[in-house]
């Protein structure tokens, strides 16, 4: 008879990026998340997430874990977007 695994705790999902971390392209650095933010249509400046990196990846745990687990949710972060 085989074992039922063990009840793990299920982990909650990382908590979305904060909206004062959104960057241009500019202000990217290694240790800032490159997740687009916006429209595939949006005119520039384009706008990134900007949050901290996680270790191996281009950008923050929340944008990891939404690219690789299929996900494809509509992001909208135009109250963001500086106005010139």
Same mark, same amino acid.
């Given at each position: 008879? $085989?074992?039922?695994?063990?009840?793990?705790?299920?982990?909650?999902?990382?908590?979305?990026?904060?909206?004062?971390? $959104?960057?241009?392209?500019?202000?990217?650095?290694?240790?800032?998340?490159?997740?687009?933010?916006? $429209?595939?249509?949006?005119?520039?400046?384009?706008?990134?997430?900007?949050?901290?990196? #996680?270790?191996?990846?281009?950008?923050?745990?929340?944008?990891? #874990?939404?690219?690789?687990?299929?996900?494809?949710? $509509?992001?909208?972060?135009?109250?963001?977007?500086?106005?010139?």
């Amino acid at each position: 008879m $085989a074992k039922n695994p063990p009840n793990l705790p299920s982990r909650e999902p990382p908590p979305e990026p904060r909206p004062e971390t $959104a960057c241009t392209l500019f202000e990217l650095n290694d240790k800032r998340c490159r997740f687009p933010l916006g $429209a595939e249509n949006d005119h520039p400046p384009y706008m990134f997430c900007g949050g901290p990196t #996680i270790f191996g990846s281009s950008y923050c745990e929340h944008h990891t #874990i939404r690219c690789w687990s299929g996900g494809r949710q $509509a992001v909208s972060y135009q109250s963001l977007r500086p106005r010139y």
